[in-house]
């Protein structure tokens, strides 16, 4: 059985966006391509501000994905998390729709009685375990993130070695933004293992705009061009998976 | 749908929750306590005592009832605390799902060990083996192993392990876990879910008990683990034991149980050996646990005893020949000497 892929948009960030495009609309964007906007927010010693923490729920509500904010020494386990639940909610979304094609028009996972629900989520675990997965890091590196950087490669490090666990295949690439040309710089082209990251974070240089929209709009449109060059190449319709609420 | 990972129900004592299925009523008596997913209270249900998950995220909560049925099915084996309802809460805030399952009331693990001392230690390692042995043949692994998430009940005194939550079936990805026990955090292996993943944890609590503190990697984490291990002179008694645990040597459980044996009974026959003023409060309890273990104990004591006087007659046989050696050189100086004056 082919089962798919997930997309993922996996967003680091400390604060506001101050730059380009409006960062929400750009999410809800993504979502419609069927690409799921998931934020980490990074706090040091400092809290976030108000501003920044709605900005990053609301980015990762309308793009249909899953936010957290966290202190930087607990990076790795929340990058990983995220990620995956952010898996399990569209793969739950999925079978939801399944549901509502073959039950009724409202029926959800939810309205099952607890000893159906069990079957179900064997078939969500399994998804979970096989499914493909394409993530688009995008790490933002403006001024007061350049001491977190370290711990950002280490989380993603380790979310490449916990992903990598399960049977399904993966693929990330990495994005900085600002970068040193332009809003939004590619650091890591598509690979499965992201350790070949270990050297590219020490050349950048922070600078101090925040470009968070032109950032999801770059990897919206870099998702598109990988599935438009690789339909060009085979024939076979991609199969992936949307989310639906 | 949810789109932040925080639980956010605090629930008075007393509330009446009633399920919307089996409409069972459960009162709210205490809080257990509080993960990354769901908060366990402590319920009254028909004048007993239960424990009661509640998240409001459905599917962990339906992912754990799973792993909870599937160990019924496994007859005669306490792996996990039995499972009693499932059901959902309809509140107007939202509908969170529970899951309802025995009370196991005790200790926690690093709580009993503070209280009693580090005696208990090997007995509970030894009975966590064999427990992990069990899960393991029935397909499964434990995942998120930490003191955090064992109890220790009885009298039998016997240890548990309480949270499922990280229960996955073996060649699957680990999907919960803690950093100081979780091998991939240290760089020595995957995420896979397989006996060894289990068995590294095994090995990182027994550290985590002479590190209360916990510490972080630092350099290459076999070398780090291992100059950690051969500081604690206690640890370092276990040290081939721990290596093959954290690198991964040991296949399964028995394994790794059978080795620990052999350390215990290496460990008994050093005891006498060390010299009483070395004995402090914790190797002298050790000693008198030694001698207090039944037939099969007290003749691999006398072993010990024998061994020792074995080494005792050694060591004045090597007294013997240093005093013939120094005799030796005495006489032929002298005789030099002797000869010297001829000359």
């Not at chain 1, 040193?180 to 499965?192: A, C, F, G, I, R």
């Not at chain 2, 409060?281 to 004591?301: D, E, I, L, W």
Request: charged share 20%; hydrophobic share 40%; net charge positive.
């Amino acid at each position: 059985m082919r089962t798919g892929t997930i997309k993922q948009i996996l967003l680091i960030t400390d604060g506001c966006s101050n730059y380009g495009e409006n960062p929400i609309p750009m999410a809800g964007i993504a979502k419609e391509h069927g690409i799921t906007v998931n934020v980490i927010g990074v706090m040091q010693h400092d809290v976030i501000d108000e501003n920044g923490m709605r900005e990053i729920e609301s980015i990762a509500e309308q793009g249909g994905g899953v936010s957290q904010i966290v202190y930087v020494q607990s990076l790795s386990q929340t990058v990983q998390m995220v990620t995956r639940q952010a898996m399990t909610q569209t793969l739950q979304g999925v079978v939801n729709r399944e549901l509502k094609q073959i039950l009724g028009s409202n029926t959800t996972i939810e309205d099952l009685p607890p000893e159906k629900r069990g079957e179900i989520l064997e078939v969500v675990d399994e998804l979970n375990e096989t499914v493909d997965l394409e993530v688009i890091v995008l790490v933002d590196v403006s001024g007061s993130m350049k001491p977190k950087l370290p711990t950002v490669k280490e989380a993603l490090l380790d979310l490449s070695l916990s992903l990598n666990a399960r049977s399904g295949n993966n693929l990330f690439s990495v994005f900085v933004f600002p970068g040193k040309s332009n809003y939004v710089e590619k650091l890591l082209d598509w690979t499965p293992k992201l350790e070949t990251l270990t050297s590219v974070f020490s050349k950048l240089s922070a600078g101090g705009m925040t470009p968070t929209g032109p950032a999801i709009k770059e990897a919206i449109h870099y998702f598109n061009q990988k599935h438009s060059v690789r339909g060009l190449l085979s024939n076979h319709d991609e199969e992936y998976f949307e989310e639906s609420v | 749908m949810k789109n932040t990972l925080k639980s956010p129900f605090n629930i008075s004592i007393g509330t009446v929750i009633q399920g919307k299925w089996h409409q069972n009523k459960y009162v709210i008596m205490k809080e257990l306590g509080r993960g990354a997913i769901g908060v366990v209270y402590l319920a009254e249900w028909n004048q007993k005592k239960v424990a009661m998950k509640l998240s409001d995220n459905n599917m962990t909560i339906t992912s754990e009832v799973n792993v909870l049925k599937s160990f019924r099915k496994a007859q005669g084996v306490t792996l996990g605390p039995s499972l009693l309802d499932v059901d959902d809460w309809v509140t107007a805030t939202g509908t969170f799902s529970f899951y309802v399952m025995e009370y196991i009331e005790g200790f926690q693990f690093l709580n009993f060990i503070k209280q009693n001392g580090r005696t208990w230690i090997d007995m509970f390692i030894l009975q966590l083996l064999s427990d992990l042995s069990k899960l393991h043949t029935h397909g499964w692994v434990f995942g998120d192993l930490k003191p955090e998430n064992l109890i220790v009940t009885g009298p039998p005194i016997k240890i548990r392990c309480i949270d499922v939550g990280g229960v996955t079936p073996q060649g699957r990805a680990i999907k919960e876990f803690t950093e100081f026990f979780d091998r991939g955090y240290w760089g020595l292996g995957s995420r896979k879910a397989e006996p060894s993943y289990d068995l590294f944890a095994v090995a990182m609590i027994l550290i985590n008990m002479y590190y209360p503190q916990r510490f972080q990697k630092n350099g290459d984490s076999l070398t780090f683990l291992k100059s950690k291990i051969k500081q604690v002179p206690e640890l370092k008694e276990y040290y081939s034991l721990l290596i093959k645990a954290l690198s991964g040597h040991y296949k399964n459980a028995d394994e790794m149980r059978k080795d620990y044996l052999q350390v215990l009974s290496k460990k008994r026959m050093n005891v006498p050996q060390s010299s009483p003023t070395q004995m402090s409060g914790f190797s002298r309890r050790r000693q008198k646990k030694y001698q207090m273990t039944g037939p099969s104990g007290s003749s691999s004591f006398h072993l010990a005893k024998m061994k020792n006087r074995n080494l005792k007659r050694k060591q004045r046989k090597r007294t013997g020949l240093i005093e013939s050696i120094v005799l030796l050189v005495l006489i032929s100086f002298l005789y030099f000497m002797y000869i010297y004056q001829f000359i």
